[in-house]
C-alpha cells in the first residue's frame, strides 16, 4: 500500500493547539524587518490558494498547500470561514468519501486529501473568532461517519486522528454544551438512541480523558465526569460504557486532580458503581438485563 504523503497533521496539533509562531528569518532586527517584509507575500499566496479550492481542478492541489503552510498563514482561519464557497468546497471534500467507508475501499490517495480538508477544519475550529460559529454551523456532524469506522488500515486510522483533531479543537467549548443537552431528558435519550451518536460523544469524551493525563484541567475533567454520569443513567449506555469507560478513570490516574473537589471525586465514584452494577445487566437494583449498544458498536 503506498504511504501518505507527509501533509497529514502531526498528532501534536490533535488537540487544537495553538499553532506556533513562525521564526524570525535572520537575527536582530534585521531578521524582524525581512519577516514583516514577506508577509504581504505570505497573505497574497493565502488568498489565491483559497480561491483555489473552489476550482475543483486546483483543489487537490490548493488542500495539499494549505494544510502544509497554514502555520504561517496566520490569519487563514477566518479568511476560510468567510470566503464564498471555501467551507462549502471543504464539506464537499468529506462527504465525497462517504461511499468508500462501507465497505471500506478508501486508497491512502483520498484519505490524505481529505485529511488535508479536514486539517483545515481544525484550523478553522481552533481559532477564537471563527470557533463558536463553526460549532453553531454544525460542521462537526458531517465527521461522525468517520468516527464509526473500524477498520484499521491506515487510511481510516488516519481518518479517525485528523476527524478527532477537529472535534478535539472545540471540546473545551462542546463539553459544557454536550453536558448541557445530556441534562435534559430528551437530550440524553437522543444521544444514546443509536449506536453512531452514543460512539460520537464517547469517542470525543474518552479522547480529552487520555489529553488530560498530560495537560491537567479540573474544571474541564468534573464536566466530562458529569457528562459520562448522566449517560450511566441510560441502561443501555451504562451497559455499553462497563466496556468502553477509559481506564484512567477507574484507576486512580486522577486522584490528585479531584483531591479538592469532593463533589466531582462523589460523581465518579457514582459513575463507577452504575457502569459496574449495568455492565452485570442491573442485578440489585430492580433494572433487567439491557442489549447496550455494544452490538452495533462492534465492542
Same mark, same amino acid.
Request: proline fraction near 9%; aromatic fraction near 6%.
Given at each position: 500500500?503506498?504511504? *501518505? @504523503?507527509p501533509s497529514l497533521p502531526e498528532p501534536s496539533s490533535f488537540a487544537?493547539?495553538?499553532?506556533?509562531?513562525?521564526?524570525?528569518?535572520?537575527?536582530g532586527a534585521g531578521g524582524g524587518s525581512a519577516s514583516a517584509a514577506q508577509e504581504p507575500r505570505k497573505?497574497?499566496? =493565502? +488568498? @489565491?490558494?483559497?480561491?483555489?479550492l473552489c476550482d475543483r481542478e486546483l483543489r487537490e492541489n490548493a488542500l495539499l498547500e494549505l494544510s502544509k503552510k497554514r502555520e504561517i498563514f496566520q490569519d487563514l482561519a477566518p479568511l476560510?470561514? &468567510?470566503?464564498?464557497?471555501? %467551507?462549502?468546497?471543504?464539506?464537499? +471534500? %468529506?462527504?465525497?468519501? $462517504?461511499? #468508500? !467507508?462501507?465497505?471500506?475501499t478508501l486508497s491512502p490517495g483520498a484519505s490524505n486529501r481529505v485529511c488535508n480538508a479536514l486539517a483545515l477544519l481544525q484550523c478553522v475550529a481552533s481559532h477564537p473568532d471563527t470557533r463558536i460559529p463553526f460549532l453553531n454551523a454544525h460542521v462537526p456532524l458531517f465527521l461522525y461517519p468517520f468516527l464509526n469506522t473500524f477498520s484499521k488500515t491506515r487510511p481510516f486510522e488516519y481518518l479517525r486522528l485528523t476527524s478527532l483533531g477537529v472535534i478535539g479543537a472545540l471540546v473545551k467549548v462542546a463539553t459544557? %454544551?454536550? @453536558?448541557?443537552? *445530556?441534562?435534559?431528558? %430528551?437530550?440524553? &435519550? $437522543?444521544? /444514546? #438512541?443509536?449506536? +453512531?451518536?452514543? $460512539?460520537?460523544?464517547?469517542?470525543v469524551l474518552g479522547n480529552m480523558v487520555i489529553s488530560l493525563a498530560d495537560q491537567p484541567s479540573?474544571?474541564?475533567l468534573k464536566h466530562i465526569i458529569r457528562c459520562y454520569l448522566r449517560?450511566?443513567?441510560?441502561?443501555?449506555? /451504562?451497559? =455499553?460504557? &462497563?466496556? /468502553? !469507560?477509559?481506564?484512567?478513570?477507574?484507576d486512580g490516574t486522577f486522584n490528585i486532580s479531584l483531591r479538592d473537589d469532593p463533589a466531582t471525586r462523589r460523581w465518579l465514584q457514582q459513575l463507577l458503581h452504575n457502569v459496574t452494577v449495568g455492565g452485570m445487566g442491573g442485578p440489585g437494583m430492580g433494572v433487567p438485563p439491557q442489549p447496550g449498544l455494544d452490538h452495533m458498536m462492534g465492542i
Amino acid at each position: 500500500m503506498a504511504s *501518505l @504523503q507527509p501533509s497529514l497533521p502531526e498528532p501534536s496539533s490533535f488537540a487544537g493547539a495553538s499553532p506556533p509562531s513562525p521564526s524570525p528569518i535572520g537575527g536582530g532586527a534585521g531578521g524582524g524587518s525581512a519577516s514583516a517584509a514577506q508577509e504581504p507575500r505570505k497573505m497574497a499566496s =493565502a +488568498e @489565491q490558494l483559497v480561491l483555489d479550492l473552489c476550482d475543483r481542478e486546483l483543489r487537490e492541489n490548493a488542500l495539499l498547500e494549505l494544510s502544509k503552510k497554514r502555520e504561517i498563514f496566520q490569519d487563514l482561519a477566518p479568511l476560510l470561514w &468567510h470566503s464564498f464557497g471555501t %467551507i462549502a468546497a471543504l464539506l464537499q +471534500e %468529506i462527504v465525497s468519501i $462517504y461511499p #468508500a !467507508l462501507s465497505p471500506p475501499t478508501l486508497s491512502p490517495g483520498a484519505s490524505n486529501r481529505v485529511c488535508n480538508a479536514l486539517a483545515l477544519l481544525q484550523c478553522v475550529a481552533s481559532h477564537p473568532d471563527t470557533r463558536i460559529p463553526f460549532l453553531n454551523a454544525h460542521v462537526p456532524l458531517f465527521l461522525y461517519p468517520f468516527l464509526n469506522t473500524f477498520s484499521k488500515t491506515r487510511p481510516f486510522e488516519y481518518l479517525r486522528l485528523t476527524s478527532l483533531g477537529v472535534i478535539g479543537a472545540l471540546v473545551k467549548v462542546a463539553t459544557f %454544551i454536550v @453536558q448541557k443537552i *445530556l441534562l435534559d431528558d %430528551i437530550g440524553l &435519550h $437522543y444521544v /444514546c #438512541a443509536t449506536a +453512531e451518536r452514543f $460512539y460520537a460523544v464517547g469517542s470525543v469524551l474518552g479522547n480529552m480523558v487520555i489529553s488530560l493525563a498530560d495537560q491537567p484541567s479540573t474544571r474541564l475533567l468534573k464536566h466530562i465526569i458529569r457528562c459520562y454520569l448522566r449517560l450511566s443513567d441510560n441502561p443501555r449506555a /451504562c451497559v =455499553a460504557l &462497563h466496556n /468502553c !469507560l477509559p481506564d484512567m478513570l477507574k484507576d486512580g490516574t486522577f486522584n490528585i486532580s479531584l483531591r479538592d473537589d469532593p463533589a466531582t471525586r462523589r460523581w465518579l465514584q457514582q459513575l463507577l458503581h452504575n457502569v459496574t452494577v449495568g455492565g452485570m445487566g442491573g442485578p440489585g437494583m430492580g433494572v433487567p438485563p439491557q442489549p447496550g449498544l455494544d452490538h452495533m458498536m462492534g465492542i
